[in-house]
């Protein structure tokens, strides 16, 4: 596997990518085109002010160290915890509180209305806590039964 760049971290711990012709851009930024849907396809490397620098069409083809450093600076920027089970919830009306397990770890948050569950596509949810965390639910149809039943109580 050849790439036209080099990336590697400076001193600083930011990224620094080498292109073709030897000219280094210091503190480079991945950025998904599609971060749901196809979150490792068409990935955007820029500069900090959004001047694209290079393309990534899949992450898998690039060499091991490459992706290691554009995945570690993904998800360092990007917060969004997968809801794996919903355990509870404070009441059916908002605001309330729900207790979920996720991709990251058990935690509560607040609902404060309806609206702050939103469809992605026919299969998948982003929920909107009060703090503006997203928590994304990958496949509605597919999460667990006592999860399935609490959702459909706010879709």
Same mark, same amino acid.
């Given at each position: 596997?050849?790439?036209?760049?080099?990336?590697a971290?400076?001193?600083?711990?930011?990224?620094?990518?080498?292109?073709?012709n030897?000219?280094?851009?210091?503190?480079? #930024?991945?950025?998904?085109?599609?971060?749901?849907?196809?979150?490792?396809?068409?990935?955007?490397?820029?500069?900090?002010?959004?001047?694209e620098?290079?393309?990534?069409?899949?992450?898998?083809?690039?060499?091991?160290?490459?992706?290691?450093?554009?995945?570690?600076?993904?998800?360092? #920027?990007?917060?969004?915890?997968?809801?794996?089970?919903?355990?509870?919830?404070?009441?059916?009306?908002t605001?309330?509180?729900?207790?979920?397990?996720?991709?990251?770890?058990?935690?509560?948050?607040?609902?404060?209305?309806?609206?702050?569950?939103?469809?992605?596509?026919?299969?998948?949810?982003?929920?909107?806590?009060?703090?503006?965390?997203?928590?994304?639910?990958?496949?509605?149809?597919?999460?667990?039964?006592?999860?399935?039943?609490?959702?459909?109580?706010?879709?």
């Open positions: 596997m050849t790439t036209s760049f080099q990336l971290r400076n001193s600083f711990r930011q990224l620094v990518l080498t292109d073709a030897g000219v280094e851009h210091v503190d480079v #930024r991945p950025v998904r085109a599609f971060p749901i849907q196809s979150p490792n396809d068409g990935i955007s490397l820029v500069k900090e002010n959004g001047a620098l290079a393309w990534i069409d899949h992450l898998a083809d690039l060499p091991a160290a490459i992706r290691d450093l554009i995945t570690e600076e993904l998800e360092g #920027r990007e917060f969004m915890p997968e809801i794996i089970k919903i355990v509870s919830v404070t009441s059916f009306a605001p309330c509180t729900w207790h979920v397990q996720t991709d990251r770890g058990d935690t509560n948050f607040v609902l404060k209305g309806d609206e702050d569950i939103r469809r992605i596509g026919k299969d998948s949810l982003l929920i909107s806590d009060n703090h503006g965390i997203l928590f994304f639910v990958r496949n509605m149809f597919e999460i667990d039964k006592h999860s399935r039943k609490i959702l459909d109580r706010f879709l």
